[in-house]
């Protein structure tokens, strides 16, 4: 059957669909392109500028320089990346088993316990309640611990895997009993293979969830060398100086020319670059994933 000609309507309303998103888009991209182009820029140069900065003016690299000579961040670097780490493998174990759980028809009180963790996401105890139970209960105060398990679990990502698993055909779990295997087995091997995308959208969120947090260091850390690559960037942003300078290091200066003083703007800018840069190359292995993860998990079939 022949396709017929869009109408005078359809093809105004894909005209304004490709407009918004192009808007959308630009309005995504113009401050990271604002950011790097600052950062490659000279310091003297970006500090008269005002507004967006659409080019490179005096293309160098001092900025960049001065950063990696700074102890805190290297050691941010490696506090974020351990908490990045060992916080999504714990994320996913107890989310995974819990959704598990959570979508067997023979589990008692399954929904009223999932009622339970949903009206979570709408009412908590608050931050202060949550400040007293992880620094007087559980005695977590200034311990890396602090960082990894309060968010351990979260209650949307549990219900977005919980409905994945809920579409997968329970003749496969019911096959895989009469063959003799148990409920690890038949989680592992048989229902985690084929929500992988699930898995991976819930992973990035996760992921991208670690790596910006920094409130939680704020208020629970207090040892400079427990803080997170982020905790230090919004030093830098706030206090309008280095980080080598508020901490007692030190920054070798002899290869750079002109006052130091002059690259505090340059700094943050190549701060933001090089916090976000891992991000920016993570993404792409996850985002095949994204959208069918999402769909899978959000709609039950």
């Not at 107890?94 to 023979?106: E, H, I, N, P, Q």
Request: glycine share 6%; hydrophobic share 50%.
């Amino acid at each position: 059957m022949a396709i017929r000609n869009k109408s005078v309507g359809s093809r105004i309303f894909d005209l304004i669909n490709i407009l918004f998103f192009a808007a959308v888009i630009v309005a995504c991209i113009m401050p990271v392109w604002h950011v790097v182009c600052a950062s490659f820029s000279d310091a003297s140069w970006v500090l008269n500028q005002t507004g967006i900065i659409w080019r490179i003016s005096g293309f160098n690299v001092n900025g960049y320089k001065l950063v990696f000579q700074n102890n805190s961040i290297w050691t941010g670097f490696a506090n974020t990346i351990f908490y990045v780490v060992t916080g999504t493998l714990l994320s996913m174990l107890l989310t995974v088993m819990g959704a598990y759980a959570f979508s067997r028809k023979d589990f008692l009180w399954s929904n009223p316990v999932m009622f339970g963790i949903s009206f979570t996401m709408m009412f908590s105890g608050g931050m202060i309640p949550s400040y007293i139970l992880v620094t007087q209960t559980l005695h977590m105060y200034d311990s890396r611990l602090a960082m990894i398990i309060p968010t351990a679990m979260n209650a949307f990502n549990l219900i977005i895997i919980r409905t994945a698993m809920q579409n997968v055909p329970a003749s496969l779990e019911e096959s895989a009993m009469l063959d003799g295997a148990g409920r690890f087995t038949i989680l592992f091997k048989i229902v985690l293979p084929l929500i992988k995308a699930t898995l991976a959208t819930v992973m990035l969120y996760m992921v991208v969830g670690q790596w910006n947090s920094w409130f939680n260091a704020l208020i629970y850390l207090r040892t400079r060398t427990k803080f997170p690559l982020q905790l230090i960037l919004r030093e830098i942003l706030i206090t309008a100086t280095d980080t080598a300078k508020s901490s007692g290091n030190t920054i070798d200066s002899s290869s750079i020319s002109g006052d130091l003083t002059l690259y505090k703007q340059l700094i943050k800018y190549c701060t933001i670059v090089v916090s976000t840069v891992p991000m920016f190359i993570f993404y792409p292995f996850i985002q095949k994933y994204f959208e069918s993860g999402v769909m899978i998990g959000a709609i039950k079939g």
